[in-house]
């Protein structure tokens, strides 16, 4: 048992040091990105395809974990894949923006 | 692959994941942070298939007979998930995200169901950390699931997006969360039957549609915000049940920031989280808009038409456009990105004024204004952009409306009285284009329309610049 809870002070070690993490990095995010801020750390929570993977193909399943863990890597992929995509889709179109303002300025001058 | 090996990868993982929110601070990185983000997810994935015994968790090891249907799966997942992201249009991102944080969140608690199943089961003795870890993330990834999809139904107006309500609302919503919450401690406690977490769970589900049906749609927002903090979380606590620290970090980092960016959004909007969620926002401002009302200035609305706008906007040295939902909901950005073009053509400078909350979620009216290639350069965040409405003789208002409102700074009986706003108001001359006087979401009349310096320009907004641009070109 004692080892157990010291995994468990680990764990919540970690967890401490994400949350202060997590604000940290996000309170340098301008406005301007909130949108894609919001669909990339949903993309992010995605990782839980990692626990629908263990569920979906724990080797001492039945069944029901079999059908639960299939139906859990389904609605994960698609948060994990959704996820990125659509903010690769929104952040591509910032990225375009300095040539084209560019190609603007050199058409008004 | 061995444990350790595995674990130092998972770090990889959460690493990448770190980067890709750090990169976000510039809109030039962004797009690459994203890629390695998307990288640390392939990676974990690609652990996780290769690991032959998991942590201190309760899944023991993966059976590879299974891949084919974790594949299927995936793939199945993945085409929803490439189809809906590549196929919704800008506007409707809102509830794109929130549909994609709701099937994360169905994810983690069918995870959780799936953990306590096999708790019972097995007969093994778990410690009340598990089990609590179990009764968390399965409550809040249950509340989250049917919390976003009622969000993006009402977004999406499969449903009203008015506040709906009922008598003893609240009292309703309080057993039933109470009632779950319960179950959920006695699952903590070591209690092991099926039903247990199964009702829990529905109460859960119950308690989300509940909890997010009387919001208004204009708050909505703030919702999915809150739900995908929560989903972050959930996820967080899954990595306690599966003793793995990449979902522990991954999941807190995203609740962390989530809940930043909730109060962000709050506070954006001069509103509390506990207001927006369960203010019933509609009551307080009818009541104290009509003391506004009472007590604001008198005057008359002046009309203008496109071509008379036409002649202020080709002869300024200085526009500042002023976008709001309206613009998003008539599809105008093209539009409005056309005549901006015109304009810098008679070398008129046109930057836009961003408000925290234009759109429909933070940020959004910069990814609308993006989508129509207006250059991020020439948008302008509220601080940023308010010293300059003196210096311009033209503030053009499409859409906006609250956000605009001086009753924010000078009238402390409005509803929004402290709400941070754009001071069109001290510009030279504004012009506001509208559909009708109809007031916006808060439901107060906005006093900049009665100022002397201001003109209404009634009609669908992108009718109206549509006439803009051409009176423009014709000058």
Not at chain 2, 14 to 37: D, E, H, Y
Not at chain 2, 412 to 427: N, R, T
Not at chain 2, 433 to 440: D, L
């Amino acid at each position: 048992m004692g080892g157990h809870y010291a995994t468990l002070i680990i764990e919540l070690t970690v967890l401490l040091l994400a949350i202060f993490l997590g604000i940290e990095v996000i309170s340098k995010v301008p406005t301007l990105l909130h949108t894609p801020l919001m669909s990339g750390t949903n993309a992010i929570h995605g990782i839980v395809i990692v626990g629908a993977i263990f569920v979906a193909g724990a080797s001492d399943q039945d069944t029901l974990t079999q059908v639960i863990g299939f139906i859990a890597v389904v609605l994960a992929s698609a948060n994990v894949v959704g996820g990125f995509v659509v903010t690769d889709r929104m952040l591509e179109m910032f990225k375009k923006k300095e040539p084209v303002k560019k190609a603007n300025e050199a058409g008004a001058k | 692959m061995s444990e350790n090996i595995s674990n130092l990868l998972y770090l990889v993982s959460i690493v990448s994941f770190i980067l890709a929110l750090k990169f976000l601070s510039s809109p030039t990185r962004a797009r690459r942070g994203n890629q390695i983000g998307a990288a640390g997810m392939l990676l974990a994935i690609g652990v996780t298939l290769a690991k032959s015994e998991t942590g201190g968790g309760l899944s023991k090891s993966l059976d590879t007979g299974t891949y084919w249907l974790i594949a299927i799966a995936a793939i199945i997942g993945s085409a929803i998930g490439v189809i809906g992201a590549r196929k919704v249009k800008m506007t409707a991102m809102p509830q794109m995200v929130a549909l994609f944080n709701g099937v994360g969140g169905g994810a983690v608690a069918l995870v959780a169901l799936s953990e306590y199943h096999n708790i019972i089961r097995d007969h093994v003795s778990t410690t009340w950390d598990i089990s609590l870890a179990i009764g968390i993330s399965g409550l809040i990834g249950s509340v989250s699931f049917a919390g976003s999809i009622i969000a993006f139904a009402k977004l999406q107006e499969l449903i009203h997006g008015r506040p709906i309500t009922y008598p003893g609302q609240k009292i309703v919503n309080l057993v039933i969360l109470g009632v779950g919450l319960g179950l959920a401690c006695t699952v903590a406690a070591g209690v092991t039957h099926h039903w247990v977490l199964v009702v829990a769970l529905l109460l859960a589900l119950a308690f989300g549609v509940l909890f997010v049906l009387p919001i208004g749609g204009a708050d909505m927002p703030v919702v999915i915000s809150l739900l995908n903090a929560f989903t972050g979380i959930a996820a967080a606590a899954s990595g306690f049940e599966l003793g793995s620290n990449v979902l522990i970090v991954s999941g807190m980092l995203v609740g962390a920031s989530g809940t930043l960016l909730t109060l962000m959004m709050g506070k954006a909007m001069n509103r509390s989280i506990g207001n927006v969620l369960f203010g019933a926002f509609g009551q307080v401002a009818a009541g104290a808009g009509d003391a506004a009302a009472a007590g604001g200035a008198t005057g008359t609305v002046k009309s203008t038409s496109a071509d008379d706008v036409a002649i202020m906007l080709a002869y300024a040295r200085k526009v500042i456009i002023v976008p709001g939902y309206g613009l998003a909901v008539a599809q105008a950005q093209h539009n409005v990105r056309e005549l901006a073009d015109e304009l810098e053509k008679r070398n008129v400078e046109v930057v836009y004024a961003i408000h925290p909350v234009a759109g429909r979620m933070p940020g959004h009216m910069n990814v609308l204004l993006a989508e129509a290639n207006v250059p991020y350069t020439a948008l302008k965040e509220m601080e940023e952009v308010n010293p300059e409405f003196p210096l311009a003789e033209v503030a053009l208002v499409i859409g906006a409306n609250d956000v605009t409102n001086p009753a924010a700074r000078s009238n402390p009986a409005s509803p929004i009285y402290g709400m941070p706003i754009l001071d069109v108001d001290k510009a030279q001359a504004i012009v506001v284009m509208k559909r009708s006087m109809r007031p916006g979401f808060a439901g107060i009349d906005n006093e900049l329309y009665l100022d002397p310096k201001c003109m209404m320009l009634f009609g669908d907004a992108k009718e109206s610049v549509v006439k803009l641009v051409t009176a423009v070109k014709a000058l």
